[in-house]
């Protein structure tokens, strides 16, 4: 994956964070991905359970906002640095993502780590 790609995807990611739609969350996702909400957590396993997952704790579109770069990428993986800021409550974020790819661009595993700014 060249940074392109990887920025095409994050792209195609923020267009599902703001949506919710359960098709766009599936096609950024392999059949079999992980998806790890933190370093130890346990993955959601597979498109379904990412899809169901997801919109169990969807945020709403209006209430953030963010920002990103690809830090770095290869044949089969990019890293991504965000910042994300919510209104309500007002709090804000640095994420890491590590975002491994499938032979056709989709996300076979996903990783985010996030730590809130001290108030």
């Not at 690809?70 to 309500?88: L, P």
């Amino acid at each position: 994956m060249n940074q392109e790609t990887v920025k095409m995807w994050v792209e195609h990611y923020i267009t599902a964070w703001k949506t919710n739609a359960p098709e766009d969350i599936a096609r950024l996702f392999s059949e079999d991905a992980l998806y790890y909400t933190g370093p130890f957590a346990k993955p959601w396993r597979g498109q379904k359970k990412i899809v169901k997952a997801w919109l169990a704790r969807k945020d709403e579109p209006q209430d953030w906002k963010f920002r990103y770069e690809v830090v770095t990428s290869d044949d089969a993986c990019g890293v991504v640095r965000g910042w994300t800021k919510y209104k309500k409550p007002a709090r804000e974020y640095s994420n890491l993502w590590v975002i491994r790819f499938d032979d056709a661009g989709r996300c076979r595993e996903f990783t985010e780590w996030w730590i809130q700014r001290p108030k």
